[in-house]
Nanobody, 125 residues
Framework: QVQLVESGGGLVQAGGSLRLSCAAS????????MGWFRQALGKERELVAA????????YYADSVKDRFTISRDNAKNTVYLQMNGLKPEDTAVYYC??????????????????WGQGTQVTVSL
């Protein structure tokens, strides 16, 4: 069992930055791929970024490449999402997720093993 708790969301002006954190419980954190998804009002949940257990394999959605950075600290059981150059279209609830496989996050998000409760990110003009 893995429990995920996100923090770091909030309101920011366009062009600003936020750093999301996701603290995981459980001794098997380092064996999980971790990801950040987002869901805007009226839209489907989408994968923003994901990182495999070792940090060597990273995925970014095209819409956030060169602006967002995902990282993990296995010693602290924490995964981060640094978001720079925020745009109003980045406004959404951001969810942390954990799964044994990176491919599941990319191809079958509905089958992901564990989810956090979500944190709101709002980007104003």
């Amino acid at each position: 069992q893995v429990q995920l708790v996100e923090s770091g969301g909030g309101l920011v002006q366009a062009g600003g930055s936020l750093r999301l954190s996701c603290a995981a419980s459980g001794r098997t954190f380092s064996s999980y791929a971790m990801g950040w998804f987002r869901q805007a009002l009226g839209k489907e949940r989408e994968l923003v970024a994901a990182i495999n257990w070792s940090g060597e394999n990273i995925y970014y959605a095209d819409s956030v490449k060169d602006r967002f950075t995902i990282s993990r600290d296995n010693a602290k059981n924490t995964v981060y999402l640094q978001m720079n150059g925020l745009k109003p279209e980045d406004t959404a609830v951001y969810y942390c997720a954990a799964d044994r496989g990176l491919a599941t996050m990319k191809d079958r998000w509905y089958a992901v093993d564990y989810w956090g409760q979500g944190t709101q990110v709002t980007v104003s003009l």
